[in-house]
């Protein structure tokens, strides 16, 4: 397996300075910066942008010059006309989720056109059979483990069955597929996702809502390499 990233989400950052919040989150180790889109329609809440993700590019900086991508999930119908206008803000990933998109493939063909990476989002309820036809489009597939639409729910254990399953899938394929999950993963559960085929862990509430963001980083680091 590729090696272990996590991506801090800032649905549980302190909105009122986000660009701290990216700089501070930065420098405490975060490989990439997860933004979440909702759109008040496909789920119940409203957040982010695309001129607040252009914004926030100069903030996503590490010490030594280089920049964090910036992962952006799409909680949203329709999906291309974002999709679009994200990856002309500076997205570096986009991920949306298939039941939002009238047309899977020609969405996921946008957004590589586009100079970004494309990835597929399943619900936890969701079926998984648009992945078998998508796999050779993708280089991202994020499992949730809570229902879209809120930050600070907790885990859903059925979510790593399905970790598992498309593990499975991606490494059939030979490609190479980053395997995200999202929702409730803190320092306790992050070894059980990692031991069920995640690779790439995005937590919200359990780093932004601690005093210490390097601390809670550095533990979940300990839990992957034990």
Sequence with gaps: ????????????????????????????????????????????????????????????????????????HLMVQPVDPLAQAFADAGADLISFHPEAGAHVDRTLQLIRAAGCKAGLVYNPSSSLDTLEWELDQLDLVLIMSVNPGFG?????????????????????????????VDGGIKASNIRAAFDAGADTFVAGSAIFGQSDYRAVIAAMRAELAR
């Design 1 to 72: 397996m590729t090696n272990a990233l996590i991506a801090p989400s800032l649905l549980s950052a302190d909105f009122a300075r986000l660009g701290e919040e990216v700089r501070n989150v930065v420098a405490a180790g975060a490989d990439w910066i997860h933004f979440d889109v909702m759109d008040n329609h496909f789920v119940p809440n409203l957040t982010f942008g695309p001129m607040i993700c252009q914004a926030l590019r100069m903030h996503a900086m590490r010490a030594d010059g280089s920049r964090v991508p910036i992962d952006v």
């Design 152 to 180: 600070g729910q907790s885990f859903i254990p059925g979510a790593l069955k399905k970790i598992e399953r498309v593990r499975k899938l991606i490494d059939a394929s030979g490609r190479d597929v980053r395997l995200e």
